[in-house]
Structures are given as structure tokens and as C-alpha cells.
């Protein structure tokens, strides 16, 4: 049996005897209802806000609704947009190699992606925690959090690289890579695994120093991480830096800068420029959390395993790990159903009349890559949603989070549809600042053009999912993304793109044709996963207005 946390060494609340359990709950959930009963109409705070209305603690302390939104949202903004300019940043890069390089790099960065899932459980769990606590004014649970999130993320990394590096060789022939792009995909995904570790340690201190309320650290820890890996990434690669302009509608590319340095390492060069930048992330951060600097800090006797508190991470972030794992699973069909539109489509024309089969999957990446800028506002709206319901319900107010997260909600629908507008008057315009090869030239714009059409429903799903998470409401999200995942996401996809499904040898091998129609087409394939999207974001706004997230116990 795990003995009590001394808590006379954090003193912010000597007379507990269980750091993890907080003020009395009431029989909904919540530390205190908003208004007390009485006979007499008297009013009363909620145990973590002030009488304005404000919190009490932490670094939103003191600060109305709309000015703690714009102070958790800004950097989050940023640090996402940063985030995302990590993996722009190979794909670009790459794109300038060969178009079997962007296939490699577009194939890894699904299997990278389970890396994030990963991490982001530890994540979710240690965001309502953390934010939970600092919103009660109890920081040495906050202070447990953070020491066992370091430890769960430590040893979930080194698990998770290990699988990345032994998924390399096989994962290359299940995707339908050949020849340049088989061999790049192994080289790329196997230098990356390195730096699996670090990254998951990153993205745990970024979520605690989140929950506490501070979004600027960590925006200029990834800053960091940034710079470091395009430069690293650049020099090491050997690629030189073109441009490419629409000149009488045809794409012009010129030469901008050569690469002054002697690498040439090509796709290894740019994932081990990645990997330098996680590990420089890894410890400014962890630089942070021991200085404190966020309100938390990470302290020597915390990370000693403490299996209540690590019940407590697990039982929020493993709900959230079935959630991401089911969605990655259904997104890993998807980008199967993109390799086999080239086994279908054969090595000429694909069969929408317009692009060669073999650049499909680079295609497909670099669309992703260019959607998800359009995107950033709406996840960083989404983690402030996420902080600030757990921190409000954390104070007793179950009527501010509402408020908060709804207020999140028509930021993003004002940002996104802005977004997707664009997509819908230049979508070529768009695709040309990240790529010049012809193939994607093609196909692209349309890409993009589709999902500019449901820009404002994906940003209201993504700050629904995230403000559901956020209050710990983690089960019920998982059972919504799987079903919008594998009931709606997949069919509408399989249906629409015309992809025949080959079949393995140990299954007698052979096709099995789309019984739907029999021109397979990656632009079709768009639509059922867009189409998706307006079901997603009706059932996570139906889960929304019941209002059952706002009584969950983490």
C-alpha cells in the first residue's frame, strides 16, 4: 500500500492527510455548487472564485473569462502552429528532394502519430489533474501530478520508440512502399524513434505547465524547438531552398538559396535534425518545471512512484489513449485505402483522369499538412476550453466552464471559416508555398478546396472534443470518436473512393472490388472523410448541451 504524500514539504494544505483528495464533494461531482442553498438570499462564490467571478489560483488568477481566454489562447495558438511547423518542416523538405521522399515522409508521419496519441494520454490526464488542483488552491496534488506525469511519460516514450523501430521494416510493405520511398521510410522512421523519448517528455511538461495555467513558456520552449530543427534539419539534409510561383498558370520554381553546408544526408539529415529538436525541447522543459517557473514545479521526492496519483493520471488518460488509438487505427485505413488507390489506379493515370498513381500519398500528406494550419486556432481554443473547464469546475462553478467553453466555441468558427474561405478562393495559391512537384500541383488544390467546405463544423468539434476531455469527461469522447470513426468515417470513405481492397497471400491473396462504383479517386475519398466531420460535430454539440461532462470525477 502506497503511504500518504508528505504534504508539510509543498505547505499548501497542511491539514490534509490525502493530497489527492480534495474539498468535499457533493453528491453531482463538484467541489461546491455555484450558489449555496438557503433559507435566506444570500450569496456565496464558488470555493475557487472570487466574488467577480474570477479564479482564486494560479496563473489566471484574478483575470475575467475573456482576458484568461486570450491569455491560455494566444500562446497555445502559436506553440500549435509550431507544433505543426515541425512536421511542414520535413515535409517541405522533403518535397524538395523527390516525390518518393514526400511519400516516405507522409507514410512515417502516420506512424509518428501514434507516438502522439501516446503522449497525449499522459497529456489529457495530467491537464485535469493539474488544472483540477490548481483551480482548488491545492498545489502540492499539482506538484504529485507533475512528478508522476514525467515518470509516465518517461516510460511510455521508451516503450513507444522501441515499437516505432521494429514497425519500420514491416510497416513499409503494408503501406505499398517500393524501391526510394521503402528505404527512405525505414531510414526516416528508425532516426526518429530516438527521439520518441524526449518528445514525450516535452509534451507532458507542456501539458502541466497548461493545466496550471501558463501557455507562454511553454509557446517559447517550442519556439526553440523550432528553430533548432529547421536549421538542423536544413543543414543536415543537404536541400537547397527553391521557390515556386504560378507564372501564366503554369508553376515557375527558382532557386533562392543554396546550402552552404557539405551534409547531403537527405532524409536522414532532415529526421535527425527532428530528433535534435525534440531532445533541446526535452530539457528547456524540464527546466521550467524545476525552477517552478509555471506555478508547478518538479521536485525530487515526487518522483518517486506514487500509484494513487498514477491511478488517478491513467484513469483519465487511458479512456483518451482507446479514443486517439481508435482513431488512428481508422485513420491508418485510411491512408491504406490511399496506397492501394495506387495498386488500383496502376502506374499511369489515376482513374479521376488527372495525376499520376505514384504521387498519390505524397498528395495526400501535403493537403494534411496545409489543412492543418487552418486548424491551429481552433486546438489552441480547444486547450483553453480544456484548461478552463477543469480549472472552473475545479472551483465550483459548473456555469463558468459552460460559459467558457462556448465562448471558445465562436472564436473558432470565426477563425476557421476565415480559414476555410481561403481555401476556397486559392486553393493553388496555397499548395505552391509548400510544394512545387507537378504531381502535387494537381491534386492538391482540390484536396484543400473539399475541406475548406467544413472548416467551421471540424473547429466546433475539435473545441467540443477538447473542453469534454479537458473535464475529464474522457470515456464518453472515446466512445464518440470511435463511433463517428468506424460507423461513419470509414464507410463514407471506402464508399466514395472506389478503392479496391488486395488481399494478402496467407488470405488466398486477389482483390476485393468497391461494390459502390469503379473509378477510384483520392478527391472522392475526401469527401466521405469531410463528410464525417458534420457528424462528429453534432454529436460532440449534442454531448455539449446535456451537460453531463460538467458532473465527472477525476
Same mark, same amino acid.
Not at 502552429?81 to 524538395?96: E, K, N, R, Y
Not at 520552449?221 to 539534409?237: F, I, K, R
Not at 470518436?481 to 497471400?505: E, F, K, N, Q
Given at each position: 500500500?502506497?503511504?500518504?504524500?508528505?504534504?508539510?514539504?509543498?505547505?499548501?494544505?497542511?491539514?490534509?492527510?490525502?493530497?489527492?483528495?480534495?474539498?468535499?464533494?457533493?453528491?453531482?461531482?463538484?467541489?461546491?455548487?455555484?450558489?449555496?442553498?438557503?433559507?435566506?438570499?444570500?450569496?456565496?462564490?464558488?470555493?475557487?472564485?472570487?466574488?467577480?467571478?474570477?479564479?482564486?489560483?494560479?496563473?489566471?488568477?484574478?483575470?475575467?473569462?475573456?482576458?484568461?481566454?486570450?491569455?491560455?489562447?494566444?500562446?497555445?495558438?502559436?506553440?500549435?502552429?509550431?507544433?505543426?511547423?515541425?512536421?511542414?518542416?520535413?515535409?517541405?523538405?522533403?518535397?524538395?528532394?523527390?516525390?518518393?521522399?514526400?511519400?516516405?515522409?507522409?507514410?512515417?508521419?502516420?506512424?509518428?502519430?501514434?507516438?502522439?496519441?501516446?503522449?497525449?494520454?499522459?497529456?489529457?490526464?495530467?491537464?485535469?489533474?493539474?488544472?483540477?488542483?490548481?483551480?482548488?488552491?491545492?498545489?502540492?496534488?499539482?506538484?504529485?501530478?507533475?512528478?508522476?506525469?514525467?515518470?509516465?511519460?518517461?516510460?511510455?516514450?521508451?516503450?513507444?520508440?522501441?515499437?516505432?523501430?521494429?514497425?519500420?521494416?514491416?510497416?513499409?510493405?503494408?503501406?505499398?512502399?517500393?524501391?526510394?520511398?521503402?528505404?527512405?521510410?525505414?531510414?526516416?522512421?528508425?532516426?526518429?524513434?530516438?527521439?520518441?523519448?524526449?518528445?514525450?517528455?516535452?509534451?507532458?511538461?507542456?501539458?502541466?505547465?497548461?493545466?496550471?495555467?501558463?501557455?507562454?513558456?511553454?509557446?517559447?520552449?517550442?519556439?526553440?524547438?523550432?528553430?533548432?530543427?529547421?536549421?538542423?534539419?536544413?543543414?543536415?539534409?543537404?536541400?537547397?531552398?527553391?521557390? $515556386?510561383?504560378?507564372?501564366?498558370?503554369?508553376?515557375?520554381?527558382?532557386?533562392?538559396?543554396?546550402?552552404?553546408?557539405?551534409?547531403?544526408?537527405?532524409?536522414?539529415?532532415?529526421?535527425?535534425?527532428?530528433?535534435?529538436?525534440?531532445?533541446?525541447?526535452?530539457?528547456?522543459?524540464?527546466?521550467?518545471?524545476?525552477?517552478?517557473?509555471?506555478?508547478?514545479?518538479?521536485?525530487?521526492?515526487?518522483?518517486?512512484?506514487?500509484?494513487?496519483?498514477?491511478?488517478?493520471?491513467?484513469?483519465?488518460?487511458?479512456?483518451?489513449?482507446?479514443?486517439?488509438?481508435?482513431?488512428?487505427?481508422?485513420?491508418?485505413?485510411?491512408?491504406?485505402?490511399?496506397?492501394?488507390?495506387?495498386?488500383?489506379?496502376?502506374?499511369?493515370?489515376?482513374?479521376?483522369?488527372?495525376?499520376?498513381?505514384?504521387?498519390?500519398?505524397?498528395?495526400?500528406?501535403?493537403?494534411?499538412?496545409?489543412?492543418?494550419?487552418?486548424?491551429?486556432?481552433?486546438?489552441?481554443?480547444?486547450?483553453?476550453?480544456?484548461?478552463?473547464?477543469?480549472?472552473?469546475?475545479?472551483?465550483?462553478?459548473?456555469?463558468?466552464?459552460?460559459?467558457?467553453?462556448?465562448?471558445?466555441?465562436?472564436? $473558432?468558427?470565426?477563425?476557421?471559416?476565415?480559414?476555410?474561405?481561403?481555401?476556397?478562393?486559392?486553393?493553388?495559391?496555397?499548395?505552391?508555398?509548400?510544394?512545387?512537384?507537378?504531381?502535387?500541383?494537381?491534386?492538391?488544390?482540390?484536396?484543400?478546396?473539399?475541406?475548406?467546405?467544413?472548416?467551421?463544423?471540424?473547429?466546433?468539434?475539435?473545441?467540443?472534443?477538447?473542453?469534454?476531455?479537458?473535464?475529464?469527461?474522457?470515456?464518453?469522447?472515446?466512445?464518440?470518436?470511435?463511433?463517428?470513426?468506424?460507423?461513419?468515417?470509414?464507410?463514407?470513405?471506402?464508399?466514395?473512393?472506389?478503392?479496391?481492397?488486395?488481399?494478402?497471400?496467407?488470405?488466398?491473396?486477389?482483390?476485393?472490388?468497391?461494390?459502390?462504383?469503379?473509378?477510384?479517386?483520392?478527391?472522392?475519398?475526401?469527401?466521405?472523410?469531410?463528410?464525417?466531420?458534420?457528424?462528429?460535430?453534432?454529436?460532440?454539440?449534442?454531448?455539449?448541451?446535456?451537460?453531463?461532462?460538467?458532473?465527472?470525477?477525476?
Amino acid at each position: 500500500m502506497t503511504p500518504p504524500l508528505d504534504i508539510a514539504r509543498d505547505r499548501p494544505n497542511p491539514d490534509a492527510t490525502d493530497p489527492m483528495a480534495g474539498p468535499a464533494l457533493s453528491g453531482s461531482g463538484l467541489a461546491a455548487p455555484d450558489v449555496a442553498p438557503s433559507r435566506r438570499p444570500i450569496v456565496r462564490t464558488a470555493i475557487g472564485l472570487n466574488a467577480d467571478g474570477s479564479l482564486r489560483s494560479g496563473k489566471l488568477a484574478g483575470l475575467t473569462m475573456n482576458r484568461a481566454i486570450w491569455v491560455l489562447s494566444w500562446p497555445i495558438l502559436a506553440e500549435s502552429s509550431l507544433q505543426s511547423f515541425v512536421g511542414l518542416t520535413d515535409t517541405f523538405l522533403s518535397a524538395q528532394l523527390s516525390e518518393a521522399a514526400t511519400d516516405a515522409i507522409g507514410g512515417a508521419s502516420y506512424i509518428l502519430w501514434f507516438v502522439g496519441l501516446v503522449a497525449m494520454a499522459v497529456s489529457v490526464g495530467a491537464t485535469a489533474l493539474v488544472s483540477r488542483a490548481v483551480g482548488g488552491s491545492r498545489l502540492a496534488v499539482a506538484h504529485a501530478a507533475t512528478g508522476q506525469t514525467m515518470l509516465l511519460a518517461l516510460g511510455t516514450g521508451i516503450v513507444t520508440a522501441i515499437l516505432i523501430a521494429l514497425a519500420a521494416g514491416p510497416m513499409s510493405r503494408v503501406m505499398n512502399l517500393t524501391g526510394e520511398a521503402a528505404e527512405a521510410f525505414r531510414t526516416y522512421l528508425r532516426i526518429c524513434a530516438i527521439g520518441v523519448p524526449p518528445l514525450s517528455i516535452l509534451a507532458a511538461g507542456i501539458a502541466c505547465a497548461r493545466g496550471a495555467g501558463d501557455s507562454v513558456r511553454p509557446l517559447v520552449a517550442m519556439a526553440v524547438v523550432n528553430v533548432v530543427n529547421v536549421l538542423a534539419s536544413w543543414a543536415m539534409s543537404g536541400v537547397d531552398l527553391v521557390r $515556386t510561383r504560378i507564372v501564366g498558370g503554369e508553376a515557375v520554381s527558382e532557386l533562392v538559396y543554396a546550402n552552404p553546408f557539405g551534409a547531403n544526408l537527405g532524409i536522414a539529415g532532415i529526421a535527425w535534425g527532428t530528433v535534435i529538436g525534440e531532445f533541446v525541447g526535452a530539457a528547456i522543459v524540464l527546466g521550467l518545471l524545476v525552477r517552478g517557473s509555471s506555478v508547478v514545479r518538479l521536485k525530487r521526492h515526487r518522483l518517486r512512484p506514487h500509484w494513487h496519483t498514477m491511478r488517478r493520471l491513467v484513469a483519465v488518460g487511458f479512456p483518451n489513449f482507446l479514443e486517439t488509438l481508435g482513431m488512428w487505427a481508422g485513420n491508418f485505413l485510411i491512408i491504406l485505402m490511399v496506397g492501394w488507390l495506387t495498386v488500383t489506379a496502376g502506374a499511369g493515370l489515376a482513374a479521376d483522369g488527372t495525376a499520376a498513381a505514384g504521387g498519390l500519398m505524397g498528395a495526400h500528406i501535403v493537403a494534411i499538412r496545409i489543412e492543418a494550419f487552418s486548424f491551429m486556432p481552433g486546438f489552441a481554443m480547444g486547450a483553453a476550453a480544456a484548461t478552463l473547464a477543469g480549472q472552473y469546475i475545479g472551483a465550483g462553478s459548473p456555469t463558468s466552464a459552460r460559459r467558457a467553453v462556448k465562448r471558445c466555441v465562436i472564436v $473558432t468558427v470565426c477563425v476557421m471559416g476565415a480559414a476555410g474561405f481561403l481555401f476556397l478562393i486559392a486553393p493553388r495559391e496555397v499548395t505552391v508555398l509548400i510544394t512545387g512537384q507537378p504531381t502535387h500541383l494537381e491534386i492538391v488544390p482540390r484536396l484543400i478546396f473539399i475541406s475548406g467546405l467544413v472548416q467551421i463544423p471540424f473547429g466546433i468539434s475539435i473545441v467540443l472534443r477538447s473542453a469534454l476531455r479537458g473535464a475529464g469527461d474522457a470515456k464518453v469522447v472515446m466512445w464518440i470518436t470511435w463511433i463517428t470513426t468506424y460507423a461513419i468515417r470509414l464507410p463514407l470513405a471506402y464508399a466514395c473512393s472506389g478503392v479496391d481492397i488486395p488481399l494478402p497471400r496467407w488470405m488466398g491473396g486477389g482483390v476485393i472490388e468497391n461494390p459502390f462504383h469503379d473509378s477510384p479517386s483520392l478527391w472522392l475519398l475526401w469527401v466521405g472523410l469531410c463528410a464525417e466531420i458534420l457528424f462528429r460535430a453534432a454529436i460532440f454539440g449534442g454531448r455539449y448541451l446535456h451537460g453531463g461532462w460538467l458532473t465527472k470525477r477525476v
